[in-house]
């Protein structure tokens, strides 16, 4: 035993978090911490490192354990640099090897007096090989292998913390908490901040943890990667389970099913003896056995199985974003530079109407960057940036929360966004957020991280816009949230573009996939198996040419201009001439008979675009007090306003029409 969790109670005011909670660790393993929202996690983390208090029971560690603890935020105003900031933490390694050395001084001073104790000699032993298991030899490349680990360049090592972004101090955080290897490990959503990659060899990293772990995260693949029990929160108590989250989630229902049948066992029981009680309770030759039975139902409820709550599941048809056209978004022949750094040269990239894109790649190779571009905050050095017809962009980041009203209500705060909706509809679209009841009353000053974010992520989606962008959304949600967030994006007609950390999200997700990395921008287009197949065949026709193996072709997959919104990627077999030239053939006879309709969409298109700019800018006129003082200019601009808004519909319709007819006619000759 290496941590004890013994009948834990904690309160805040009239709710109760724990009741008895018991949980042991022994070393070595490693826990998963779970329950749903609002359960306790994070308290009971504080609990064990002492920063909180339990209202009973009491926090054991083995004698001398060392306990290493990440909250989900803090920050670093030092100006030291990292490499130092990093390996200054390993307090408990540098002692252990200062008394190293003074020990073996020691040993050195008895050996010429000839009176080495057996005493001295054993307890350099343990310190000299604790301080080697730890790490101590190698303390400063252990610290530049964890800091590349988690994302960090070389060319980083030596930059002051206060530099980097809130992100970054949080990976600094971990990286000082690894160096230390204490032997329990608490970590508090530990993936969030970091990209996929990082959270790839941050689950090596736990898995191969020689101490003691106990993990509160939302990222399922991630704990089913890297732990090996999981703790769940129910009822007020702590029930263990062996295994990963996925074997978790299986033995849990196969509880349930066990204890619902007892309690429907037990309700049956009752129900049963209920009936004699009633009917001769009052009957003198009867009211023994009554009295009995009495006091067994008694017995009974006092020992009812308490079912679990349920995970929360509500389901809300959100409002569908204006419709746009065939071609989202077009970056074309771009170039981003900043000073001398260099993030994309002579680049092309085209979205189309249902792709949900994730963007993949290191920390620092221009996902962000990217994201913005496609969003128009930042402008490209080169090239140019096309919006496809009726598409508006949305966009959620962290900062998004900083930009919610702290003194209006839950309510208050969708209304602000969606005025015209009732109430019920409001509290509908909240309870797909995971606000029930009381929930929507609470003050956007008092939500945690994850309400925020919920909340924020709720305004997005009430009038969505054709082009939803999304960096890390999922930063500070629970799992029920990320589960509400998944069917929301996988439901929404328009295009996506995400960046996460959360592996669970992107498989379900993304249809295509662009992997930045190495100042290179590629394509995939299928989903993220595929990507990860594609990867991965790459990684060993290298391997293969690396290793002497000959001359190999390897194809990479480049961004498609033509039927890029495709969500599985062709792996047919080699194709004959005769094949070739009927799909050739097939692709003319459909550009031949589609040129007519084709010719008219753009002439609409166009004619859409100076319509609906010359409607803007009379609606802006008609604002302005001084028109109303001109009669005719007044009288004219009314006409022109009245006789646009009757004309836009119909040509909308008819652009309508024939995106349909094309999108059709193509599925079918393509087919």
């Known amino acids: 035993m290496i941590l004890l969790v013994d009948k834990v109670e904690k309160s805040f005011g009239a709710r109760t978090l724990f009741s008895g909670a018991t949980l042991q660790i022994n070393a070595g393993e490693r826990y998963a911490l779970v329950g ?81 104790s057996k005493n001295l000699l054993d307890e350099y032993g343990h310190v000299q090989d604790r301080f080697e298991r730890m790490g101590g030899y190698e303390l400063e490349s252990n610290a530049r292998q964890i800091l590349s680990g988690l994302g960090f360049k070389p060319s980083d090592f030596d930059k002051p913390c206060s530099e980097f972004s809130g992100g970054w101090q949080m990976r600094i955080a971990l990286a000082k908490l690894f160096l230390r290897h204490p032997d329990v490990l608490l970590l508090d959503e530990p993936t969030n901040h970091l990209d996929l990659e990082s959270v790839q060899w941050l689950r090596g990293f736990i898995s191969a943890y020689e101490g003691a772990v106990l993990i509160v995260s939302h990222d399922r693949a991630f704990m089913d990667a890297c732990v090996d029990h999981v703790a769940a929160l129910e009822n007020r108590r702590i029930t263990t389970y062996t295994g990963n989250y996925s074997s978790y989630l299986k033995q849990r229902e196969d509880n349930l099913e066990q204890m619902r049948a007892k309690r429907a066992a037990q309700e049956r029981e009752i129900a049963h003896m209920q009936v004699f009680v009633d009917k001769f309770r009052y009957k003198p030759t009867k009211a023994a056995q009554a009295q009995e039975r009495m006091r067994r139902i008694e017995q009974i409820k006092s020992e009812l199985v308490i079912l679990p709550e349920g995970h929360k599941h509500v389901h809300f048809k959100f409002p569908d974003p204006p419709r746009s056209g065939d071609m989202v978004i077009k970056l074309e022949d771009f170039a981003k530079r900043y000073d001398e750094k260099t993030l994309y040269e002579h680049a092309d990239l085209t979205l189309y109407r249902g792709d949900r894109v994730a963007l993949v790649g290191p920390n620092g190779a221009g996902k962000s960057t990217l994201l913005k571009l496609l969003l128009g905050k930042e402008a490209p050095s080169e090239g140019t940036r096309e919006l496809g017809v009726n598409v508006g962009v949305a966009y959620y980041a962290q900062h998004q929360l900083e930009g919610l009203n702290e003194s209006h209500t839950v309510l208050q705060e969708i209304d602000s966004v969606a005025p015209t909706w009732t109430v019920p509809q409001q509290r509908s679209l909240l309870g797909a957020f995971l606000f029930a009841g009381d929930d929507v009353e609470k003050r956007v000053g008092v939500l945690s991280g994850g309400e925020r974010a919920r909340l924020a992520l709720a305004k997005m989606l009430v009038a969505p816009e054709a082009l939803l962008c999304l960096d890390e959304p999922t930063n500070h949600l629970d799992i029920d949230s990320v589960d509400m967030l998944e069917e929301a994006l ?71 201009a033509e039927n890029a919104s495709a969500s599985a990627p062709q792996r047919e077999g080699k194709k004959t001439k005769e094949q070739k030239r009927a799909e050739a053939a097939a692709r003319a006879e459909l550009n031949r008979r589609l040129k007519g309709t084709k010719d008219r969409l753009k002439k609409v298109e166009a004619d859409l675009e100076v319509m609906r700019a010359r409607y803007d800018e009379l609606m802006a006129l008609m604002a302005s007090e001084e028109l109303y003082a001109d009669q005719d200019k007044f009288s004219a601009a009314l006409s022109e306003y009245n006789g646009l808004k009757q004309e836009l519909p119909l040509l909308e319709d008819e652009w309508l029409e024939l995106s349909t007819t094309i999108e059709e006619e193509t599925a079918r000759g393509l087919s």
């Open 36 to 116: 749903p929202n609002g359960a306790g996690k994070t308290t009971m983390l504080k609990i064990i490192m002492g920063i909180d208090s339990p209202d009973a029971g009491n926090v054991t560690f083995a004698k001398d354990a060392n306990v290493g603890y990440l909250e989900q935020e803090m920050s670093l105003a030092s100006d030291v640099s990292i490499i130092c900031e990093v390996m200054d933490a390993a307090v408990e390694i540098k002692a252990m090897g200062e008394r190293a050395e003074l020990l073996q001084q020691k040993i050195a001073e008895a050996g010429e007096r000839g009176d080495v």
């Open 490 to 560: 996988k439901n929404f007609p328009g295009t996506i573009v995400l960046i996460s950390h959360d592996e669970h999200l992107v498989r379900s997700v993304a249809n295509r996939v662009v992997d930045i990395r190495d100042g290179k921008m590629t394509v995939y287009d299928g989903d993220y198996e595929y990507y990860l197949f594609k990867r991965e065949d790459l990684a060993q026709r290298s391997a293969a040419e690396a290793n002497g193996g000959g001359a190999v072709s390897v194809k990479r997959d480049k961004p498609q």
